[in-house]
């Protein structure tokens, strides 16, 4: 005959909370705030989706900071392939 255990019941944890920094801070750059913009939207996304918001976010930041200054920003081409 088996003997109970008085061994601990270890119950399962809750995830952790995760607590997300405060909104962006504006760099008074137009072009970057603007490309910063969807980062408030990681938050909110399935963890499946974040590497697809930071890659639009880096390309974004990328046209931004490699733009002439004083110059119009070049339309973006991030749009997946398929899209119009």
């Known amino acids: 005959m088996t003997e109970p255990s008085n061994a601990p ?10 607590q997300w920094p ?5 760099t008074g750059d137009a072009p970057v705030d ?3 913009g969807p980062l ?7 963890v499946s989706d974040h590497g697809e918001l930071y890659a639009g976010i880096h390309d974004s930041l990328l046209e931004a ?7 119009p920003s070049a339309p973006s081409n991030n749009r997946p392939e ?3």
């Open 40 to 46: 408030a939207d990681v938050a909110g996304s399935p």
């Open 22 to 26: 405060a909104t962006a801070t504006p």
């Open 82 to 84: 398929g899209d119009s």
């Open 34 to 36: 603007k490309a910063l």
């Open 65 to 71: 900071l490699d733009a002439e200054p004083g110059l």
């Open 9 to 18: 019941v270890h119950e399962p944890e809750s995830p952790a909370a995760v």
